[in-house]
Structure formats: structure tokens, C-alpha cells
Nanobody
Framework: QVQLVESGGGLVQAGGSLRLACAAS????????MGWFRQAPGKEREFVAA????????AYADSVKGRFTISRENAKNTVYLQMNSLKPEDTAVYYC???????????????WGQGAQVTVSS
């Protein structure tokens, strides 16, 4: 089993920045990729970004390209999502997840965190 715990959410004004962190514990040797997803009220969960656990491969949703950056710190078993130039439409609960492949398909992710609320005011 893998446990994932997100932190760093909060309230920010439009144009501001936040950094989310996702700490992994447990059987982390089985993780190949980590991803971030988000879900706004009344909407389906959507892909935000993903990264190969060992580095070298990243993927982003078009809606966040150029504004969000995913990174990892293997020594701390932690993945980050740096979010800049935030917009009100970025408001959502953000989830980190672990998978065996770098993908935008939430069905490929076996483990999920509890979520972190990000609210962007206009």
C-alpha cells in the first residue's frame, strides 16, 4: 500500500501563486509516476500534470501549461505542484495520485490522497 498526503492548499487572489506538496509513504518502490488531478464543484475530476518518479518525463493539461510546474524530490518521497498566475477557474480540490505509467487517465492511478482545497478569488 501507498499513502499519499497533500498539503499547501489555501486561498489566494487571482494572479497569485501556491505550491502544493504530496508526501508518499509505504511501498513507494512500486511507484513509477505521480500525477495531480483537480475537481471543481459539479465537474468531473480532470488531469492537471504528471511526472515520472525517476525524472525525465512530465505532462501537463493544456489549461495549465506555462503556469504550473510539477517536480519531485525523491529523497523526501515528495511531489510538488507549483501554481503561478492562478485564475478563479483553477479553484478546485486538488488530488495527488500514484500510478505505474505517466498518463492523464485517472483510471490508471491506484493510490490517491485526500485532496487539498485551492480557492482563487477574483
Amino acid at each position: 500500500q501507498v499513502q499519499l498526503v497533500e498539503s499547501g492548499g489555501g486561498l489566494v487572489q487571482a494572479g497569485g501563486s501556491l505550491r502544493l506538496a504530496c508526501a508518499a509513504s509505504g511501498r513507494t518502490f512500486g511507484i513509477y509516476a505521480m500525477g495531480w488531478f483537480r475537481q471543481a464543484p459539479g465537474k468531473e475530476r480532470e488531469f492537471v500534470a504528471a511526472i515520472k518518479w525517476s525524472g525525465g518525463i512530465t505532462a501537463y493539461a493544456d489549461s495549465v501549461k506555462g503556469r504550473f510546474t510539477i517536480s519531485r524530490e525523491n529523497a523526501k518521497n515528495t511531489v510538488y505542484l507549483q501554481m503561478n498566475s492562478l485564475k478563479p477557474e483553477d479553484t478546485a480540490v486538488y488530488y495527488c495520485a500514484a500510478a505505474r505509467v505517466v498518463t492523464s487517465d485517472p483510471g490508471e492511478y491506484s493510490y490517491w490522497g485526500q485532496g487539498a482545497q485551492v480557492t482563487v478569488s477574483s
